[in-house]
């Protein structure tokens, strides 16, 4: 596609539940990147992958966090057993891979609300 | 661990006029990368300009330029004959050559009066 698309858009949902998050990078990117931005604040880095390998998951807050990208394209971050402090908007990312060259482009983002 | 300040919460400029916004960021590298996106009430993240400190020269985007200082750490973002759609949150952000996440500041919201 032209651009980096999430889905959903907005999701509420109640705590205690599992929700996932759709990232659909632009075509050819090896590279994609999961942010967290709560409001008034800057987005922070949560994982990324290179294909389909996780190459780093150190700003996962935690167990209940998680994330794939099966067949190094579309990928998914699941939130267990949703909590309040994890309303948030979740934000996709991805570049075409070679560090040094590499600007990351940003998806519309996924608000979440737990209620 | 790489930090990025951004202290001014809001900015307000005329239109036509211009405004600079500022960013210092903390880092023992001499080699990264330094960002500013826009994010305007749509919420989407526009990259506005990026800056390579190894490259001396201060990037230009139209109307947008930054003033890049290395010894002091400070990236600003000047933005000039500004519009009303220059309206936004502008983020400043740094990368590390060794990996692959951003750090944010905390973003500056920019008014643009008519």
């Known amino acids: 596609g032209a651009g980096v698309s999430q889905s959903p858009r907005y999701k509420v949902t109640k705590r205690g539940q599992d929700v996932a998050l759709r990232c659909d990078p632009i075509?050819?990117?090896?590279?994609l990147y999961w942010y967290r931005q709560a409001l008034g604040q800057g987005p922070e880095f949560l994982t990324y992958?290179?294909?389909?390998?996780?190459?780093?998951k150190s700003g996962l807050p935690n167990d209940r966090f998680s994330a794939e990208r099966p067949e190094g394209s579309i990928s998914t971050l699941t939130i267990q057993r949703t909590e309040q402090r994890d309303s948030a908007m979740y934000r996709c990312?991805?570049?075409?891979?070679?560090?040094?060259?590499?600007?990351?482009?940003f998806g519309p983002g996924t608000r979440l609300t737990v209620l | 661990a790489q930090t990025v300040t951004q202290s001014q919460p809001e900015m307000s400029v005329q239109e036509a006029e211009t405004v600079t916004l500022s960013c210092t960021y903390d880092?023992?590298?001499?080699?990264?990368?330094l960002f500013w996106y826009k994010q305007p009430p749509s919420r989407q993240m526009i990259l506005v300009i990026r800056?390579?400190?190894?490259?001396?020269q201060n990037a230009t985007e139209n109307r947008f330029s930054v003033n890049f200082q290395k010894a002091a750490k400070s990236f600003s973002l000047k933005i000039s004959d500004s519009q009303l759609g220059d309206a936004a949150m502008y983020f400043c952000?740094?990368?590390?050559?060794?990996?692959?996440?951003?750090?944010f500041g905390a973003g500056t919201r920019l008014t643009v009066k008519p």
């Open positions: 992958f290179n294909y389909e390998a996780q190459q780093d």
């Open positions: 952000a740094y990368r590390s050559p060794n990996n692959n996440d951003m750090r």
């Open positions: 990312a991805s570049s075409l891979g070679g560090i040094r060259t590499d600007t990351q482009y």
């Open positions: 880092t023992s590298e001499s080699d990264y990368y």
């Open positions: 800056q390579e400190a190894y490259k001396q």
């Open positions: 075509s050819g990117h090896v590279s």
